[in-house]
């Protein structure tokens, strides 16, 4: 019984190691997604577009299947006196279950900005958010070759910075309707931290889904946290600070992951040559895990 035991948890162990995005594609997409010919990836702009044009065809390379014939969801809204169109982008892997989860990034960024004594005006934002992007894109070529056992839906969304329109419009309009949604995992600024933390929030609110984190925790080569979503801290609540805001207000569990602030949030250093390879390659396995975790 005890050798049965020892080869159990041998192959666990080796299943859990087995667990892991592509390391090149991961760098990859993030240093294409924040360079200077996007120009930030401003919702309307052709930068944004062209950011579009290069994740519909990596959704296609991850294995993500197009929902009712397109991975397209056109939305429009209103900024001031201006009418703006955005473009959401998603699709999913089929499970077992019609049961979904949805794993979200959004791939909007500020654009360009001149700011004064600073030379550089185009805001890369790669770390915000090309970096949730990419490690969403690597987790569902994980799934697309280990088939799960939820249905995944995977979502870049557009104008989170304009006040998380895109996830409001996909709530609003959604490709599958919302009582089967069970959970959002989403995925905003996860490339660097000098402490080597990631934040998961979101068990204040929903306790339940708090064994899944201390379960990849455990093995996680950084630290994954908890926190940041109590009501009661005022700035430091990110409840409702990115996309997972509202699924949130649809009474939908949600798993936000995060670093805290860093000096080059929304600003033009935000590039490629700043974020932490290592840490976001271990933060992206992390965030595997516990997808992982809640589809078993």
Not at 81 to 100: A, F, Q
Not at 115 to 140: P, R, T
Not at 208 to 237: E, F, M, R, V
Request: hydrophobic letters at 40%.
């Amino acid at each position: 019984m005890k050798k049965i035991l020892t080869l159990i948890c041998c192959a666990f162990v080796a299943s859990a190691a087995s667990a892991q995005v592509d390391s090149a594609q991961l760098l990859k997409d993030v240093e294409t997604l924040s360079a200077d010919k996007f120009m930030g990836r401003l919702t309307g702009s052709k930068g944004n577009r062209l950011a579009q044009f290069y994740l519909l065809d990596r959704f296609k390379q991850a294995g993500i299947q197009p929902m009712s014939g397109t991975y397209e969801q056109s939305f429009y809204f209103t900024r001031g006196t201006e009418r703006i169109m955005g473009t959401n982008l998603y699709g999913y892997i089929p499970g077992k279950s019609d049961s979904v989860i949805v794993i979200s990034a959004h791939y909007d960024h500020v654009g360009t900005r001149q700011a004064a004594g600073v030379a550089d005006s185009i805001y890369n934002g790669a770390d915000d958010n090309a970096s949730g992007v990419a490690a969403i894109l690597g987790i569902a070529a994980w799934f697309a070759k280990h088939p799960p056992k939820y249905t995944l839906i995977f979502a870049a969304f557009d104008a989170e910075e304009m006040g998380l329109q895109g996830a409001k419009a996909f709530v609003a309009r959604p490709p599958v309707p919302l009582a089967k949604i069970v959970a959002n995992i989403n995925l905003d600024m996860v490339s660097r931290n000098d402490k080597n933390e990631l934040y998961a929030c979101g068990t204040f609110h929903y306790p339940q889904l708090k064994p899944y984190i201390t379960a990849a925790a455990a093995t996680s080569k950084i630290k994954l946290l908890t926190g940041h979503d109590n009501a009661g801290t005022g700035a430091q609540d990110w409840t409702s600070q990115s996309d997972q805001g509202a699924f949130h207000a649809q009474k939908i569990p949600f798993i936000y992951f995060g670093v805290e602030d860093h000096p080059d949030y929304h600003r033009p250093s935000d590039e490629f040559s700043r974020i932490q390879p290592s840490f976001f390659y271990q933060a992206a396995n992390t965030v595997l895990e516990v997808v992982r975790q809640m589809d078993k």
